[in-house]
T-cell receptor, first 111, second 119 residues
Framework: NAGVTQTPKFQVLKTGQSMTLQCAQD?????MSWYRQDPGMGLRLIHY???????DQGEVPNGYNVSRSTTEDFPLRLLSAAPSQTSVYFC??????????FGPGTRLTVT | AQKVTQAQTEISVVEKEDVTLDCVYE???????LFWYKQPPSGELVFLIR??????QNEISGRYSWNFQKSTSSFNFTITASQVVDSAVYFC????????????????FGSGTRLLVRP
């Protein structure tokens, strides 16, 4: 099993550009989540999904969209990047009754 | 509202010292999970422990131990005989749970404690 994979590992965007952060898991987990990590603030939940076709907002959803068309994939879209979205993004999947498995993270810089 | 407070921003110890990382949480739920994660300098998040609100027994795993006290809403983490490899940022987190055995997929993280273990 590859676990939770995220691409790209690093990305630099200009203000106003759009992009999609990819997340995939091969553990057949129903639950997946996206977090952002900013210095001194820990991780904050952006969006989450409890199964294919079902998504909901977390603590800081503004500026981000998600969709869940398959169990395996949970992409995070930035429609118009802003400097405030400079952060490290972590995707996670959760097994039923178990722990969350985190991906390696994507470091995004918006200039 | 749920909240996790890690008041210690940074701790520095000398190798072989014992160190305790504090975690205080707030929740109105009667059923919840508490977690500790380690983030080494390489950046990944390493799961250390998950504890549900019905289990107040302390846990020991090698040099790591955890003290869960509902009465004070605390879930503290102690490293005994610290080593340089323990240097990392440690996060405490809280999750609601729909049922005692349900999954926890919406974590509320504390701001983390950076631990530096000097040789």
């Amino acid at each position: 099993n590859a676990g939770v994979t995220q691409t790209p590992k690093f990305q630099v965007l200009k203000t106003g550009q759009s992009m999609t952060l990819q997340c995939a898991q091969d553990m057949n987990h129903e639950y997946m989540s996206w977090y952002r990590q900013d210095p001194g603030m820990g991780l904050r939940l952006i969006h989450y999904s409890v199964g294919a076709g079902i998504t909901d907002q977390g603590e800081v959803p503004n500026g981000y969209n998600v969709s869940r068309s398959t169990t395996e994939d949970f992409p995070l879209r930035l429609l118009s990047a802003a400097p405030s979205q400079t952060s490290v993004y972590f995707c996670a999947s959760t097994e039923q009754g178990g722990e969350q498995y985190f991906g390696p993270g994507t470091r995004l810089t918006v200039t | 509202a749920q909240k996790v407070t890690q008041a210690q921003t940074e701790i520095s110890v000398v190798e072989k010292e014992d160190v305790t990382l504090d975690c205080v949480y707030e929740t109105r739920d009667t059923t919840y999970y508490l977690f500790w994660y380690k983030q080494p300098p390489s950046g990944e998040l390493v799961f250390l422990i998950r504890r549900n609100s019905f289990d107040e027994q302390n846990e020991i795993s090698g040099r790591y131990s955890w003290n869960f006290q509902k009465s004070t809403s605390s879930f503290n983490f102690t490293i005994t005989a610290s080593q340089v490899v323990d240097s990392a940022v440690y996060f405490c987190a809280l999750s609601e749970a729909r049922a005692a055995m349900d999954s926890s997929y919406k974590l509320i993280f504390g701001s983390g404690t950076r631990l530096l273990v000097r040789p």
